[in-house]
């Protein structure tokens, strides 16, 4: 995982649920008491964010030791303990949020995706994600994709040229708006066109897209689309994935299928942390 700027987002996330205190535990809770926790599932599980949950604790209190007893992307059945924590009780009691709020959305976000690399399992098609993920958080939604088996899409504007609809519209078509792509931006980056018809498929290949993303198209029009390909470009499935019968999806012959659902709409995995 790219750590890159993780430590201000876990100081930030800490800054917003902790305010000026905890008024609960440090009302109740001696400052000499240690406690010892254990992470358990409470559902079955594709686990993601171990070192994320350990580097909140140690911005917290790097007195406190956090040991993980599985790994990042595997299987953990409901009732199973996959990780411990230990010292200052006050300290625990408030990381503990923070932790929980970032493996239960990493973790729900890795077992969603493994349900849908499992449900083209045996095609050629890859499962990738979207940039529709929770703002500021990006890095982590991604890295639990990877996590679940998936393919990350562009991480940024800056990763690689996608001409939507609306660049088509404003640059006056999708002809010149590749022509456009060609003259001014980096010769080392891929292009990818939207295209909602069959026309506008045959549209953006004779331009010379590498990439050619179906959009909301029903399976037999994209089962024609990838025909008249032919391999000459790329071709990704997208829009309203989330809610499609994945695998017939993948048989048309597509070589991606993006779901914008694995991060903006995915339901956080039942993680708890409990006190021995």
Do not use: W
């Amino acid at each position: 995982m790219n750590t890159l700027g993780l430590d201000a987002l876990l100081a930030a996330a800490l800054q917003e649920d902790v305010g000026t205190g905890d008024i609960t535990t440090e009302s109740c809770i001696p400052p000499e008491a240690v406690s010892h926790g254990r992470f358990l599932a409470k559902e079955d599980l594709v686990l993601c964010g171990l070192d994320v949950a350990k580097r909140v604790f140690e911005l917290t209190d790097p007195t406190l030791s956090f040991t993980a007893l599985r790994r990042d992307g595997e299987l953990v059945k409901k009732g199973e303990c996959f990780a411990e924590v230990s010292g200052c009780s006050r300290s625990i009691l408030t990381g503990e949020r923070v932790a929980l709020n970032l493996m239960q959305r990493m973790s729900g976000i890795a077992t969603r995706t493994a349900q849908a690399v499992s449900a083209v399992s045996g095609t050629k098609t890859r499962i990738v994600d979207t940039r529709k993920s929770t703002p500021g958080l990006r890095v982590l939604e991604k890295y639990a994709v990877r996590v679940g088996g998936g393919g990350n899409h562009r991480f940024n504007l800056s990763d690689g040229v996608l001409i939507k609809d609306n660049h088509i519209s404003a640059a006056g078509g999708i002809r010149e708006a590749i022509a456009a792509v060609r003259q001014n931006a980096p010769h080392t980056l891929r292009i990818e066109v939207e295209t909602e018809t069959l026309e506008q498929v045959d549209e953006a290949l004779e331009s010379g897209a590498d990439i050619i993303m179906l959009d909301n198209m029903d399976n037999e029009t994209m089962r024609i689309a990838v025909q008249r390909i032919a391999g000459r470009a790329l071709t990704e499935a997208s829009g309203n994935m989330g809610e499609r019968d994945l695998r017939a999806v993948a048989e048309t012959g597509v070589d991606f299928i993006s779901v914008g659902a694995l991060t903006h709409s995915v339901r956080s995995s039942d993680i708890s942390l409990k006190f021995n």
